[in-house]
Nanobody, 126 residues
Framework: QLQLVESGGGLVQPGGSLRLSCAAS????????IAWFRQAPGKGREGISCISASDGETYYVDSVKGRFTISRDNAKNTVYLQMNSLKPEDTAVYYC???????????????????WGQGTQVTVSS
């Protein structure tokens, strides 16, 4: 069974940090671009970061650039999202997603990603 499982969410104070993990089972992430999305209450799902499989190139949307870092450990079949300097507006359910056949990041259109995790809640509040 092909599966992505996120972990690492929780409650953190503004300015704090969390590291999210996205572990794959049933398939190798070596050949898939991986993206992180988030969905805040009442809002649509937005892509925030992506890492390519082919060259490890990373991409970030402006709202998280300089604060979040995406990385991958192919030996552990896991992708991470290190989140620093968290803000209340970062509160959302965070999802990881893997492309079906592309090694490269090519945007955040939902149809590009064939595999999705169940999501992990991140709440930033004092």
């Amino acid at each position: 069974q092909l599966q992505l499982v996120e972990s690492g969410g929780g409650l953190v104070q503004p300015g704090g940090s969390l590291r999210l993990s996205c572990a794959a089972s049933g398939f190798s992430l070596d050949y898939h671009a991986i993206a992180w999305f988030r969905q805040a209450p009442g809002k649509g799902r937005e892509g925030i970061s992506c890492i390519s499989a082919s060259d490890g190139e990373t991409y970030y949307v402006d709202s998280v650039k300089g604060r979040f870092t995406i990385s991958r450990d192919n030996a552990k079949n896991t992708v991470y999202l290190q989140m620093n300097s968290l803000k209340p507006e970062d509160t959302a359910v965070y999802y990881c997603a893997a492309t079906g056949t592309s090694n490269y990041c090519s945007g955040y259109e939902l149809y590009v990603y064939d595999y999705w995790g169940q999501g992990t809640q991140v709440t930033v509040s004092s």
